[in-house]
């Protein structure tokens, strides 16, 4: 199983639309978990940091479910600027070292 | 906002000559630095990790020998690219982990033409 596994899509959503990203990770004890938006030929930037209770930024939704080891991204009212790669991210720090785990990134397509 | 800045933006070499790259934390202090390449349309491959102080960890199929990278401070790790081949064109991009929030933040990537 991969460590972080994304559905790559595309995801093409008309303009308006509410759409839903998951991401599955592996190891239980990853701590911290983040999305991050890449645009063609950029690099990757910050959108926000998964918290266990939920967090919510604008349209922007992110929830995190330890238990079933799964985040969750939600896009409401989508832009056409939102089209990009989202990528999940997980960290996991032990024994002296730092873990940044990528998943692929899920490609959406808003469409006017 | 946090920010990283990477060093070239862009870079044309000859095969068989070394190109240096650059990744700074200008406002907050990075123990840990990430190295990735992207090739055209696909995922960011991690190539190492940098840790400030000590050898870096490389990804199994990365050269270290070709891919040497040097963190010295808790601001600035390079990535030098030793012994350049037109395969190794790409786009490399750096993270530092920003040691007090835990978030990681990229550089603007470096366009890497071996020709």
Known sequence: RKEVEQDPGPFNVPEGATVAFNCTYSNSASQSFFWYRQDCRKEPKLLMSVYSSGNEDGRFTAQLNRASQYISLLIRDSKLSDSATYLCVVSHSGAGSYQLTFGKGTKLSVIP | ?115
């Open chain 2, 1 to 115: 906002g946090a920010v990283v800045s990477q060093h070239p933006s862009w870079v044309i070499c000859k095969s068989g000559t070394s190109v240096k790259i650059e990744c700074r934390s200008l406002d907050f202090q990075a123990t840990t630095m990430f190295w990735y390449r992207q090739f055209p349309k696909q995922s960011l491959m991690l190539m190492a990790t940098s840790n400030e102080g000590s050898k870096a960890t490389y990804e199994q199929g990365v050269e270290k020998d070709k891919f040497l990278i040097n963190h010295a401070s808790l601001t600035l790790s390079t990535l030098t690219v030793t012994s350049a081949h037109p395969e190794d064109s790409s786009f490399y991009i750096c993270s530092a982990r920003d040691t007090m929030t835990g978030v990681a933040f990229f550089g603007q990537g470096t366009r890497l033409t071996v020709v």
